[in-house]
Antibody, heavy 120, light 107 residues
């Protein structure tokens, strides 16, 4: 069974940093691109970042470029999101997701999400 | 950036009704287009990919259609569990973008 389990969320002050982790299991992690998608409270979905299977291609939304860094450790089946210079509008549930943007198959997986709250 | 505009913002229908949800793109997108369903407190669930293909385990009452700039999600006969928020997403161009959502409510 495929599982994606996020951790690392919490309360942080504006300007602070947080590192999210996503532990993957049930599939060959190093064969898939991975993504972060977020959802502010009561709002819609926003794509944040994507990383290819061997980290050769990395993309960010303009809203986080220069502040967030996506990475992965294929030896540990883990995905990360380093978030620096956090702002109030980064407050959201952050989802770890497995999908290929241009090769979406019938199966797609999302974690349960981890809440990041940026507030003084 | 491709902007996706969903309509209507909210739709009030009864079980057994047919639901038609629309998503219009600000420029032509390829068939890399998906629809999600999201219920309160849950992660989104993939319903439709490649504009018209059903994801694993999705009932046949859900169907997707469209091309170019106009896409449609149709639920042929609403079941009680279908009342949720629906999002479209384009995967043709970066950044990937979502529509703002359509809330399907019980009348």
């Amino acid at each position: 069974e495929v599982q994606l389990v996020e951790s690392g969320g919490g309360l942080v002050k504006p300007g602070g940093s947080l590192r999210l982790s996503c532990a993957a299991s049930g599939f060959t992690f190093n064969s898939y691109s991975m993504n972060w998608v977020r959802q502010a409270p009561g709002k819609g979905l926003e794509w944040v970042s994507s990383i290819s299977s061997r980290s050769e291609h990395i993309l960010y939304a303009d809203s986080v470029k220069g502040r967030f860094t996506i990475s992965r450790d294929n030896a540990k089946d883990s995905l990360f999101l380093q978030m620096d210079s956090l702002r109030a509008d980064d407050t959201a549930v952050y989802y770890c997701t497995r999908f290929e943007a241009r090769n979406t198959g019938p199966d797609e997986y999302w974690g349960q999400g981890t809440l990041v709250t940026v507030s003084s | 950036e491709i902007v996706l505009t969903q309509s209507p913002a909210a739709l009030s229908l009864s079980p057994g009704d047919r639901a038609t949800l629309s998503c219009r793109a600000s420029q032509t997108v390829s068939s890399y287009f998906v629809w999600y369903q999201q219920k309160p407190g849950q992660a989104p669930r993939l319903l439709i990919y490649d504009a018209s293909k059903r994801a694993t385990g999705i009932p046949a009452r859900f169907s997707g259609s469209g091309s170019g700039t106009d896409f449609t999600l149709t639920i042929s006969s609403l079941e009680p569990e279908d009342f949720a928020v629906y999002y479209c997403q384009q995967r043709s161009n970066w950044p990937l973008t979502f529509g703002q959502g359509t809330r399907l409510e019980i009348k």
